[in-house]
């Protein structure tokens, strides 16, 4: 495996299940410092108990994402643990509530707001001034492709991943020139535990959007997020990335 992020300090949100345990899994096989962190502490210290396991760093910090306060002290832990903040992934994520516009509940949009998109707003703001003062850094937003494209009956979560898009692009433009890198990742339906809430029967119709013939594996994601993590991707900034087996295509 390459250590090519040797020495490096990884910060990920939502890493104690499905595609952001991959990543850091990913993160720590690749030779970086990782800070796990989720609302699910069991899981979350199982993750860093396998990353340790291979010989690489890693520690849980247990944040809300959707809590600006948390979201600051993650940052602020993840500095004071390693020393530094190199590349960070906001992946943390829900699928909430799922109804068609007029139905959707006012508690529903402002749940999935709150954890899908403020949530990215909040991490990146702290995860900035940090990686400003150090004059690099890299940081990859969790998005969709329901962040480019609609679906019925997933208002909140279309708006929260397109949102994120536009923020990685704007944040993108402003400090691109301060040796940071931001980009967007939006996969296709990955096989993970968000979909349980999905019937038998959606699934396959799901699996049909994809012209691959499958749903994504987590880890076909998280080699993605890898590359654009480390300085194989040192000119690519302000870009939203598909890894969705031919979805948008079709
Ligand atoms: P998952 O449910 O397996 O993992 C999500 C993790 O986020 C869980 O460990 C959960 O505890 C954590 N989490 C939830 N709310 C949180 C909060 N408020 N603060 C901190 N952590 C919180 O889901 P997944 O499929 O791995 O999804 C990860 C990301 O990928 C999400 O942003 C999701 O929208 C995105 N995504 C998933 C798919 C898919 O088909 N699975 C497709 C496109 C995008």
Redesign the pocket.
């Known amino acids: 495996m390459d250590k090519d992020l040797q020495g490096k300090t990884a910060l990920i949100?939502?890493?104690?299940?499905?595609?952001?345990?991959?990543i850091a899994l990913l993160y720590g096989q690749h030779g970086a410092n990782v800070m796990v962190?989720?609302?699910?502490e069991v899981?979350?210290q199982q993750v860093v108990e396998q990353i340790t396991a291979t010989g690489a760093n890693a520690r849980f910090f247990k944040?809300?994402?959707?809590?600006s306060a948390?979201c600051r002290q993650l940052v602020q832990e993840t500095v004071s643990a390693f020393g530094s903040l190199d590349i960070a992934c906001n992946?943390?994520?829900?699928?909430g509530e799922m109804n068609l516009t007029a139905d959707y509940s006012l508690e529903g949009w402002h749940q999935i707001i709150?954890?899908?998109l403020n949530?990215v707003f909040f991490c990146l703001k702290y995860e900035l001034e940090v990686m400003l003062t150090q004059g690099a850094g890299v940081i990859v937003n969790?998005?969709?492709?329901?962040g480019q494209v609609g679906t019925p009956g997933s208002p909140g979560?279309v708006t929260a991943?397109h949102g994120i898009i536009g923020l990685t692009q704007t944040a993108a433009i402003e400090y691109a020139p301060k040796g940071i890198r931001i980009n967007a990742v939006?996969?296709?339906?990955?096989?993970?535990?968000?979909?349980?809430q999905l019937s038998t029967e959606v699934k396959e119709q799901l699996v049909s959007l994809h012209p691959i013939g499958r749903?994504?594996k987590?880890e076909e994601?998280a080699e993605l997020v890898i590359w654009l993590s480390s300085a194989k991707a040192s000119f690519v900034t302000g870009s939203y990335y598909p890894v969705d087996g031919g979805y948008l295509a079709k």
Do not use: C, E, H, R
């Open positions: 949100t939502g890493a104690a299940s499905g595609i952001g345990k991959a962190s989720d609302i699910d899981q979350g944040a809300d994402v959707s809590d948390q992946n943390a994520g829900i699928g709150n954890v899908n949530s969790m998005a969709s492709i329901l979560y991943k939006g996969p296709g339906y990955i096989d993970t535990p968000l979909l349980s749903l994504g987590a994601v």
